[in-house]
């Protein structure tokens, strides 16, 4: 898939609320295939950061993957750090517990980041399946 259909769906995703500081598309490698920054914000880490960041976040969430037979799917994972709030969200292929992608969002402290992403971004995923494939 082009980048630029993935910097397509994170902006999509940024829309989503004004609380979204950042979303990042990775693959099951933990590479970055794309981001997008709020209009106006300065990021608290580098690119490099960033990519180590999306790196680590993938490796947590497929070290989860031990635990589906018990737990089920990770739906989302939600992290809360002084200066923002981060979250995880697996993508996998429909009907399949394969994981193919993970979008990656920080916001902002104080933000219901649990609401957006049941109410708004899984809702958006489930629609627009396809674009993930």
């Known amino acids: 898939m082009p980048s630029s259909h993935f910097t397509q769906i994170c902006n999509e995703v940024l829309k989503m609320s004004r609380s979204i500081r950042f979303v990042g598309i990775a693959n099951n490698l933990g590479t970055l295939l794309s981001t997008s920054y709020r209009e106006g914000l300065t990021p608290f880490m580098t690119k490099e950061e960033t990519q180590h960041y999306a790196l680590q976040a993938v490796l947590r969430a497929a070290i ?63 629609k627009n399946c396809e674009l993930f494939s």
Do not use: C, N, Q, W
């Open 64 to 126: 989860r993957e031990d635990f589906i037979s018990k737990l089920g799917m990770l739906k989302h994972s939600i992290g809360t750090y002084d200066r923002l709030i981060r979250a995880t969200v697996p993508v996998a292929i429909k009907g399949s517990h394969d994981v193919k992608l993970f979008i990656l969002l920080s916001f902002d402290v104080g933000t219901d980041v649990k609401d957006i992403i049941e109410t708004e971004l899984l809702p958006y995923i489930d």
